[in-house]
């Protein structure tokens, strides 16, 4: 049976097939899709379930782009109040009550809000929050995401000990949704190969095929694992590159096409002791909104938003990101968060569309709204938008791909649950007997339940074959070794990176981003990927000297300073990150590390 699961066994398998089925003159594949972040898993999804022949092709891991660095919020947008978008919002708000009732219930989890209020501001955000909660409203409504309530001072420092009581006269309180956002892609690919797509990570698109009447008919690609370069036809390609679509439009066409404008968003992440609360706050800001987000045994707290103009492969945090983020958090806080207090710094690109943005406006007032695009006949381009309305974007770009045909066969993407949650109910009630036989409290069962939903019995089939898997790790407790097992044999990681900052969150949760972890993720990674002790130590520097880098970049306070500082620290294993990063600070002179 076709469950979706990848490996490394199944990359090759997949490479070949596609080498055999889709080489030109011989393809019969309907829709290639580049790019493998929320937008595209969604594509894939939403072209497979149609009866499509579909193939998807990602550069790096799934989610390595901006889909794994937001700030995990299914949500309309409480700010889009402010700028009147009531249509964006209702159109968020519907995806987010449809994923936490049918499509996702496993990982779109509703969330307490507090928005704390000063004392002026009761009657207008009361009236804000009671229009956000009708704009979700209707049949799609749930009893998962109750209404909202007003509470007064002493409730507040019940609910959220930790702000700053001076502060504040009391708060409302309200419910959104939070998600795993590298998770949901990777359920999205496992749903779109159980559904028939040909799932190809670390294969990147070079060229754009034309067939010689200026027509888009497929992709030049490289496996990034083998090296080997092939052709692939499809009646129909789709790009979904997020910030990097406007170099992947010009592959087909010097000019035309969507414009996006990068937008650089930090996190910082600290231990949940750091701060009393039980809740999320939201928090507006001078020129945005601070959000600190319960994240398992830590807060997530972000974000900033400022212009990036460098090369969007290495987004790196700065000096003055991690100070902004500490000081509009303590500036709401009793008791304030220290630099040493923060275990994990992540940093993201939104892709913001630039339509209608003049010269010197800031990116925070670009709308979030997704647009479909043809730069060339035979390509379709989206771009925009946000990971709580993927699924409309996906299909917005199936029908737009599609033309007239899309009538014939639509959209069913609203009524098919996304991997894991097909018999989740059935699941959470046999982990009743879990803790039992492996010796799990409640909070590691709840902990596989929310990552896996009903695949959460793959994790204890592998318990079951080798008991010792039921362990937590030593360097990282709150996830199991068969967690690492399974990213292997089940979500076809390939390299380090891929298990400690998308299968886990190591990499953010455990301080030094989770250097500590990497020896014992290795030996448990290696006999299944079939490393040597070559290839071991070359796959560890590879992940410290990144690590060590970016921490090294987070010391400067300029972005191009960092990108040089990351640059430098790297020296000769620079090349990891390819010539881009030097080329955008414009250091291609001798002295810049080869
Ligand atoms: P990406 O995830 O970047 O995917 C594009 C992929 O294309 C990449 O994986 C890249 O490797 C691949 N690619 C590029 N070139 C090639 C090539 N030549 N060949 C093959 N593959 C290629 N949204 C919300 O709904 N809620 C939030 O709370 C939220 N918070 C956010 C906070 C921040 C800081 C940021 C930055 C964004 C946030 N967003 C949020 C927005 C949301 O994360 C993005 O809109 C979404 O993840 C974009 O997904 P994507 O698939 O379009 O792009």
Known sequence: MNDGRLSAESHEQAVEEAVRSFSVGQSNLDVLVVGG???????AVDAATRGLVTCLVEADDWASGTSSRSSKLVHGGLRYLRTLDFALIREAL???????????????????????????????????????EILGSGKTRTPRLPRHHHIGKQRLHRVFAGLNPKLYQGAITYWDATVDDARLVLSLVRTARAAGAHMLSRVKVVRLLDDGKGAVR?????????????????????????VWTEETQRMAAESGGLRVLASKGVHIVVPRDAIPGGAAIVAPTKSSVLFVIPWDDHWLIGTTDTPWRLDVSIPLATASDIEYLLEQTNAILEKPITPDQIVGVFTGLRPLLQKGVKPGTRTSKVSREHTVASPAPGLTAIAGGKLTTYRLMARDAVDHALGERAEQMPSVTDRTPIAGAEHFEEVERESAFWSERFGWNDAMVAHLLRRFGDKAREIVEICEKDEANAKPLGAAPDYLRAEI??????????????????????????????????????????????????????????????????????????????????????????????????????????????
């Open 485 to 594: 097992v399974h990213a292997v044999t089940h979500e076809g990681a390939l390299h380090i990176d891929d298990i400690l900052a998308r299968r886990t969150h190591i990499a953010f949760q455990v301080a030094d981003r989770g250097i500590a972890a990497v020896e014992e993720v290795t030996s448990i990674v290696a006999p299944l990927l079939g490393w040597d002790g070559d290839r071991r130590d070359r796959e560890v520097r590879k992940y410290s000297t990144l690590a060590s880098a970016e921490m090294y970049a987070r010391e400067l306070h300029d972005d191009r300073d960092a990108i040089r500082a990351f640059l430098m620290h790297l020296g000769r294993d620079a090349e990891y990150v390819g010539a881009a990063g030097r080329a955008s600070i414009g250091w291609n002179t001798p002295d810049a590390p080869q």
């Open 218 to 242: 497929g992709a030049a690609v490289v496996d990034l694992e083998s090296g080997r370069e092939f052709e692939i036809e499809a009646k129909s390609v789709i790009v979904a590159t997020g």
């Open 37 to 43: 972040g929320v937008t595209g898993a969604g594509i």
């Open 94 to 132: 519907i995806e987010r009550n449809l994923l936490v009732t049918k499509l996702a219930p496993h990982l779109v989890v509703p969330q307490e809000f507090v928005f704390p209020l000063k004392r002026w501001q009761r009657p207008i955000i009361g009236a804000g929050v009671m229009l956000y």
